[in-house]
């Protein structure tokens, strides 16, 4: 379950949001809430990068995105 008190917000750029807003839209059948869009694409992303691979694997997102690499 998901707990209330173990909210974060975050900003995004303008392509990010537009998309969380697609898939939002093309899912109205699910009831389907930008939050749990970003919650599923998490938990998928900590699904298949396992620690320590996952610790990894960010800091060369985070590397890439500050050089505009990604």
Same mark, same amino acid.
């Given at each position: 379950?998901?707990? %209330?008190?173990? @909210?974060?917000? @975050? !900003?995004? =750029? =303008?392509?990010?949001?537009? %998309?969380?807003?697609?898939?939002?839209? +093309?899912?109205? =059948?699910?009831?389907? @809430?930008?939050?749990?869009?970003?919650?599923?694409?998490?938990?998928?992303?900590?699904?298949? +990068?396992?620690?320590?691979? =996952?610790?990894?694997?960010? !800091?060369?997102?985070?590397?890439?995105? %500050?050089?505009?690499?990604?």
């Amino acid at each position: 379950m998901i707990k %209330r008190e173990n @909210t974060i917000l @975050t !900003r995004v =750029d =303008d392509y990010i949001y537009m %998309r969380l807003k697609e898939i939002v839209e +093309n899912s109205k =059948d699910l009831n389907l @809430t930008k939050s749990e869009c970003v919650y599923a694409i998490l938990k998928s992303f900590f699904e298949v +990068n396992k620690p320590p691979k =996952d610790f990894e694997k960010i !800091r060369e997102i985070v590397i890439k995105m %500050r050089k505009g690499l990604f």
